[in-house]
């Protein structure tokens, strides 16, 4: 038993706001995703493709 009733319809609009508020936490959380994705793509491409140099006796690839 809850410690204190609601009136039907005003739990109805609780759980839409519910709803909604979690509609819109996952799609932010997917445009978080995405961005980071994103990101890591651009990391990925602006990476320079540099040749391995002789450093002491052994090769340094950057």
Same mark, same amino acid.
């Given at each position: 038993m809850p410690l204190y009733e609601v009136a &039907?319809? /005003?739990r109805l609009d609780v /759980?839409?706001?519910r709803r909604r508020a979690l509609e +819109? !936490? /996952? !799609? +932010? @959380?997917?445009?978080?995703d995405e961005l980071i994705v994103s990101l890591q793509n651009y990391e990925k491409a602006k +990476? &320079? @493709?540099a040749p391995c140099i002789p450093f002491n006796a052994a090769r340094k690839c950057s």
């Open positions: &039907p319809h /005003y /759980y839409e706001m +819109r !936490l /996952y !799609l +932010r @959380k997917a445009a978080v +990476r &320079p @493709k």
